[in-house]
Nanobody, 125 residues
């Protein structure tokens, strides 16, 4: 059973940066597509960024394009989300999700069966 653990969240001022990590155990992450999602209080979970199993394909939602970068180090069984120029509206609990699929990008929460517990990101002065 694949298990995912997010880390790297915290409190940061507007304009600051954070790097989130999603580390897997119980499976080889290079066979999985990964998605980062976030959920703010009172709002639905929304997608942030996605990467396919090889790392060759990536996608970002418009709200984070040019500010966030997704990457993966399959040797470390870890996927990263580098978040720069953070805004208060980026405040949310951030989750990574994984699904075993070759080459495809998965952009919907229902496409993923493996989820981490989340890490809180708060952007505030």
């Amino acid at each position: 059973q694949l298990q995912l653990v997010e880390s790297g969240g915290g409190l940061v001022q507007p304009g600051g940066s954070l790097r989130l990590s999603c580390t897997a155990s119980g499976g080889t992450l290079d066979r999985y597509a990964i998605g980062w999602f976030r959920q703010a209080p009172g709002k639905e979970r929304e997608g942030v960024s996605y990467i396919n199993s090889s790392g060759a394909a990536k996608n970002y939602v418009d709200a984070v394009k040019g500010r966030f970068t997704i990457s993966r180090d399959n040797a470390k069984n870890t996927v990263y989300l580098q978040m720069n120029s953070l805004k208060p509206e980026d405040t949310a609990n951030y989750y990574c999700a994984a699904e075993r699929v070759y080459a495809a990008l998965l952009v919907r929460p229902y496409q993923y069966n493996n989820w981490g517990q989340g890490t809180q990101v708060t952007v505030s002065s």
